[in-house]
């Protein structure tokens, strides 16, 4: 870029960092000419501070790398490498995920709730697993919407996870899970056709792709239906 960089830490005090209700299009910044220059497509923003007005600004340049900085409204000034912390609530503000692909998409939901939650695991993941071991306890408070993220590391994750989408219920297929996760030998003495094999094979990939396209790394990973991630420890506690 060609505007120089004018700041590259910010520290900002609880008295300003409270989100207004007004908003700029994603389209207003990528038609500034800073993120003209690496070709931006901007993916969401959040205005920090009404009296600051500055943008937290999400997005990809032109080579589909992800980028993420805080500039001024006319883009004459990037603050890059930086986290913006929200004294008062203690937690970082982050641009919000676009989860809007994920409706009706995934594998089982678990619970009955009024709060709903996208999660994405591995049933082969020990912290998957600690989740997993605890949602009993949370059922009647929230809604988990359940995703297949299966890590390359993990060998029998994809044998395990067939296992569970063969199941005819939710129910059923959340009790596999437990089963599959806590030892349970059952998914090794299971025969598929070749039919079920490659309709599974679909859904574990295309469940796959739906991680990825949110920039999901690990798991478990826990994402509310605003598309903020929370994380899997918090949302035991808070519902206990």
């Known amino acids: ?117 996208y999660v994405f695991i591995d049933p082969e993941c020990p912290y998957s697993n600690k989740f997993e071991a605890s949602w009993h306890n949370i059922k009647e408070d929230v809604t988990l919407h359940i995703f297949f993220f299966n890590l390359d590391l993990h060998k029998k994750a994809d044998a395990i996870t067939k296992w569970i989408l063969s199941a005819t219920s939710d129910e059923e297929r959340a009790h596999r899970l437990t089963m599959g996760t806590n030892g349970g030998k059952e998914y090794k003495k299971t025969k598929f056709s070749e039919k079920d094999m490659k309709k599974f094979d679909k859904i574990i990939k295309e469940q796959k792709s739906l991680g990825l396209k949110l920039g999901i790394k690990g798991t478990p990973t826990v994402i509310d239906f605003d598309g903020q991630v929370t994380p899997w420890t918090n949302l035991i506690n808070k519902e206990k």
């Open 1 to 117: 870029m060609k505007k120089l960089i004018k700041i590259f830490n910010i520290i900002v005090t609880s008295s300003t960092l409270l989100f207004a209700a007004d908003t700029i299009d994603n389209s207003h910044f990528e038609n500034l000419q800073s993120f003209k220059e690496i070709k931006g497509t901007v993916k969401g923003t959040a205005l920090i501070g009404k009296n600051l007005d500055l943008y937290l600004v999400k997005g990809v340049d032109g080579s589909n790398k992800p980028f993420e900085v805080i500039t001024d409204k006319d883009g004459n000034y990037l603050i890059l490498n930086s986290k913006v912390f929200d004294v008062r609530n203690q937690k970082a503000i982050t641009v919000p995920m676009d989860v809007s692909h994920l409706k009706w998409k995934e594998s089982f939901t678990y619970g009955t709730g009024d709060k709903h939650y």
